[in-house]
């Protein structure tokens, strides 16, 4: 095998060894049945176990409510932009969007379909380098929910807390999920395409409050209300074994780290080391404003755009990858979900310094 390099990119992401390792064993031959996993059928025993578990340890570690259900469901994230407000806005209902960068972009032009929707904050004047603070927007009093995108992934920016209202709240958290504590409680629905933080593409978690699984209009297909995947445990219709498996793997292995406020207190202290770099010299410019730093998802940029290309370019020839920033913003983007080691972190601030010296602007 060739050395392993330090993988920053935004996603599918790194994953933790031991898990690629143990999932590599089990698709040959699970648990000594003579089957691979992704050979076997998802009512065996032995996937509907993995199935369980992996829920399980999701509403362990999450501290889920007994009246949420979680759905693992397919079409990615951006499926849910649609099926949200498919779900709950019928009658042309109102909802409330704060539009914080590309991921919210989509969710309202898909909404929009559906509903009469109200963006109460934008900070696209400033190539959405922030999120609002709790009083800068209102929320419309008969909006059913307030949407919002925890961790802006493209620009690097996250809510530093979730947004102080009365209303429901709904959240993509496709890119922090299981990155920090989150009251459940507070939402409608969580949503989150599983390859960033979670493991594989090819699976969506959905959490959702039960109570909103009736609220589906007449004339929504079986296979995009909730309630039909919720009815049948994610078993409607044939899941993403693989990468449901996979993600059960990737919780067990967060449980090992010490759970969700473990993880959170490693996460902060690896984006402080590269804020600190970026933040000690003028050479490097975060993207982001201070108080709306992301701490999975780092955007800088260069004293030039033709900097940037030779620092991701000679970063990649020492094995620190995927640092080229989204094409939208430009620059570098350092992606580091839950399983991105402290190492590949210490060694980027080392050749951050290196490459300064080494080319003034
Ligand atoms: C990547 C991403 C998405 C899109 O996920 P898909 O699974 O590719 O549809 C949506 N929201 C956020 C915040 C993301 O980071």
């Known amino acids: 095998m060739g050395d392993r390099v330090f993988n920053f990119s935004p996603g599918p992401a790194t994953l933790p060894l031991e898990v690629l390792e143990k999932a590599g064993k089990d698709v040959v031959d699970f648990q000594d049945t003579g089957i691979g996993l992704i050979e076997m059928s998802h009512r065996s025993k032995e996937f509907m176990t993995v199935a369980a578990d992996a829920e399980a340890n999701l509403r362990e570690l999450m ?13 990615g994230a951006s499926s849910q932009f649609f099926m949200i407000p498919m779900n709950l806005l019928g009658d042309k209902k109102k909802a409330t969007y704060l539009d914080t960068g590309t991921w919210s972009n989509k969710a309202i032009k898909e909404a929009r379909i559906f509903g009469d929707i109200d963006v109460a904050f934008s900070s696209e004047d400033s190539s959405f380098n922030r999120v609002p603070e709790d009083g800068e927007y209102t929320v419309s009093e008969d909006s059913e929910y307030l949407y919002y995108v925890s961790n ?34 507070r939402y409608g629905i969580i ?6 933080n979670l493991g594989p593409a090819g699976v969506t978690i959905v959490i959702i409050r039960e109570d909103l699984l009736d609220t589906t209009p007449e004339n929504v ?59 000690q010299s003028d050479y490097y410019r975060g993207h982001a404003e201070t108080a709306s730093r992301s701490i999975m998802n780092i955007s800088f940029n260069l004293p030039t755009p033709e900097l940037e290309v030779k620092f991701i370019a000679e970063a990649a020839a020492i094995g620190l990858n995927g640092l080229k920033g989204h094409r939208s913003i430009g620059g570098c983007r350092a992606s580091i979900y839950n399983a991105f080691p402290r190492n590949g972190i210490e060694k980027l601030v080392a050749f951050m310094r290196v490459f300064e010296t080494n080319n003034p602007a």
């Open 63 to 75: 501290n889920i409510p007994q009246n949420y259900k979680v759905l693992f469901l397919q079409g």
């Open 152 to 185: 802006n992934t493209i620009y690097g920016t996250q809510f530093p807390t979730a947004p102080s209202t009365s209303k429901m709240l709904v959240c993509d958290m496709s890119s922090d999920i299981l990155s920090r504590p989150v009251d459940v409680s």
């Open 191 to 196: 949503f989150a395409g599983a390859q960033k």
């Open 221 to 279: 297909p079986t296979m995009l209300r909730y309630k039909t995947h919720a009815d049948k445990d994610s078993m409607f219709n044939t899941p993403p074994c693989f990468s449901i498996y996979v993600m059960g793997e990737v919780l067990k292995w967060l449980k090992r780290q010490g759970g969700v406020e473990a993880i959170e207190k490693h996460n902060k202290e690896k984006a402080a080391m590269l804020y600190e770099a970026i933040d």
